[in-house]
T-cell receptor, first 116, second 114 residues
Framework: DARVTQTPRHKVTEMGQEVTMRCQPI?????VFWYRQTMMQGLELLAY????????DSGMPKDRFSAEMPDATLATLKIQPSEPRDSAVYFC??????????????FGEGSWLTVV | SQQGEEDPQALSIQEGENATMNCSYK?????LQWYRQNSGRGLVHLIL?????REKHSGRLRVTLDTSKKSSSLLITASRAADTASYFC??????????????FGTGTQLKVEL
């Protein structure tokens, strides 16, 4: 089965450390989303790529977060330096070119980040 | 900020009963989707309803959409313990940068007890 793969699944890090989360979208999907999920804020859209170009990263704290797609098979979300308030589950999702016309987007299992 | 808000936040029912969850949203939409999330897992797409549709069915799921009230409902009939999960509505909104983006509501936690 095609699936979105995220690594790491779990990460515990100390405040101030750099954290990089990776996502392999489903082959052929040209749209990638990064979401953050917390109990307080729910699911927040952090970044949105189409054909590797960022369309929207307004939901992302710019001073410490960065998102890139070095190639079509890899999306990265980096936090530097990390803070305890960044503790959350980070989801990557990918969609086909027609995802918004009746097709779905597919989520990975998430990267569970704890910053202590 | 959340585009959609689900109601109720939590719902507990007995197996076999029907479960109804509601979603309200703020701005005009292209379509609305419902997702399910099992504890500790990613979200899984359930059903999509377009802005020109009023009702849609998929198995035990029934979704309605009222664009005049900016609301949607998800009905799960004959619920099973395996339906225990969080359910989210998501709206496809036009994005000024080109294309559309998907934003999620606050979710309803459904618990189906034996």
């Amino acid at each position: 089965d095609a699936r979105v793969t995220q690594t790491p699944r779990h990460k515990v890090t100390e405040m101030g450390q750099e954290v990089t989360m990776r996502c392999q979208p489903i082959l052929g999907h040209n749209t990638v989303f990064w979401y953050r999920q917390t109990m307080m804020q729910g699911l927040e859209l952090l970044a949105y790529f189409r054909n590797r170009a960022p369309l929207d990263d307004s939901g992302m704290p710019k001073d410490r977060f960065s998102a890139e797609m070095p190639d079509a098979t890899l999306a990265t979300l980096k936090i530097q330096p990390s803070e305890p308030r960044d503790s959350a589950v980070y989801f990557c999702a990918s969609g086909s070119p027609s995802w918004d016309s009746g097709n779905t987007i597919y989520f990975g299992e998430g990267s569970w980040l704890t910053v202590v | 900020s959340q585009q959609g808000e689900e109601d109720p936040q939590a719902l507990s029912i007995q197996e076999g009963e029907n479960a109804t969850m509601n979603c309200s949203y703020k701005t005009s939409i292209n379509n609305l989707q419902w997702y399910r999330q099992n504890s500790g897992r990613g979200l899984v797409h359930l059903i999509l309803i377009r802005s020109n549709e009023r009702e849609k069915h998929s198995g035990r799921l029934r979704v309605t959409l009222d664009t005049s009230k900016k609301s949607s409902s998800l009905l799960i009939t004959a619920s099973r313990a395996a339906d225990t999960a969080s359910y989210f509505c998501a709206t496809v909104l036009p994005f000024t940068g080109g294309g559309n983006k998907l934003t999620f509501g606050t979710g309803t936690q459904l618990k189906v007890e034996l």
